[in-house]
C-alpha cells in the first residue's frame, strides 16, 4: 500500500531563509509524488511533481523538491522564504492504477516571520 | 487558466437531511474525485470516477453517499441523511489522464456543516 509521512506538523522559519518541508513515502514499484499547497479556506494548489528523471523537482513559486530513492523522501524546498509562502503542505503520492487517487500525508504548517 | 469549480461555498443543514455538492471539473478531463478534510486535518480521499462508474471508494464513502455526472459537466456528491461527523470541507478534483504522473486539479471546496 501506498503512503506518505511528513514528520513535522509546524515549520517556522524566518523570511529570507531556506525552508525544507519534509517527506517520506512508501510506494511499491515507481513513485508518483506530489507536493500541494493549501492557503486558508482555499483549495489545493498544485506545486509540482517528480515522475522519473532528475531528481531535483522545480515547481511554482520558486519551489523544488529533491528526490532520494533511498532514503525514500521527498523534501520540499525553496532557498529564500517570503512571508506569502506561509501555509499548509501537503505531500502526496498517486497510485500505480489507472485512476488511482491521490494519498495524502497529514501536513505541515508552515509559518514565515518577518 | 482552467479550474475546477464548486459551488456552494457553505452549505449548513441539519441532521438527517440531504445535501447535494456540486463540481463543475475541467472540461477535457476524464477523471474525477472527492476528498474531504475535517477542520485542517488531513485530505482524505472518497471515492474516484470514470466512464460514468465509480472506481474505487474508501471506508467513509458508505450507502449514504452517493455520485453522479448527471449531464457533461457536472460532477455532484450527495449525502443521503447527513449526520454531525459529516462536518468538513469537501474539495472536488479532476484530473486529464489517469496514469501516476497526471496531477490532480482541485476546486476551493464546500464547507458543509451540519447542526
Known amino acids: 500500500a501506498q503512503s506518505v509521512a511528513q514528520p513535522e506538523d509546524q515549520v517556522n522559519v524566518a523570511e529570507g531563509n531556506p525552508l525544507t518541508v519534509k517527506c517520506t513515502y512508501s510506494?511499491?514499484?515507481?513513485?508518483?509524488l506530489f507536493w500541494y499547497v493549501q492557503y486558508p479556506n482555499r483549495g489545493l494548489q498544485f506545486l509540482l511533481k517528480?515522475?522519473?528523471?532528475?531528481?531535483l523537482v522545480k515547481g511554482s513559486y520558486g519551489f523544488e523538491a529533491e528526490f532520494n530513492k533511498s532514503q525514500t523522501s521527498f523534501h520540499l524546498k525553496k532557498p529564500s522564504a517570503l512571508v506569502s509562502d506561509s501555509a499548509l503542505y501537503f505531500c502526496?503520492?498517486?497510485?500505480?492504477?489507472?485512476?488511482?487517487?491521490?494519498?495524502f500525508g497529514q501536513g505541515t504548517e508552515l509559518s514565515v516571520k518577518p | 487558466e482552467p479550474e475546477v469549480t464548486q459551488t456552494p461555498s457553505h452549505q449548513v443543514t441539519q441532521m438527517g437531511q440531504e445535501v447535494i455538492l456540486r463540481c463543475v471539473p475541467i472540461s477535457n478531463h476524464l477523471y474525477f474525485y472527492w476528498y474531504r478534510q475535517i477542520l485542517g486535518q488531513k485530505v482524505e480521499f472518497l471515492v474516484s470516477?470514470?466512464?460514468?462508474?465509480?472506481?474505487?471508494k474508501s471506508e467513509i464513502f458508505d450507502d449514504q453517499f452517493s455520485v453522479e455526472r448527471p449531464d457533461g459537466s457536472n460532477f455532484t456528491l450527495k449525502i443521503r441523511s447527513t449526520k454531525l461527523e459529516d462536518s468538513a470541507m469537501y474539495f472536488c478534483?479532476?484530473?486529464?489522464?489517469?496514469?501516476?504522473?497526471?496531477?490532480?486539479?482541485f476546486g476551493n471546496g464546500t464547507r458543509l456543516t451540519v447542526t
Open positions: 510506494v511499491s514499484g515507481n513513485p508518483y
Open positions: 478534483a479532476s484530473s486529464e489522464g489517469g496514469a501516476g504522473n497526471s496531477p490532480l486539479h
Open positions: 502526496a503520492v498517486r497510485g500505480a492504477l489507472l485512476g488511482g487517487k491521490l494519498i
Open positions: 470516477f470514470y466512464n460514468n462508474e465509480i472506481s474505487e
Open positions: 517528480y515522475i522519473t528523471g532528475d531528481n
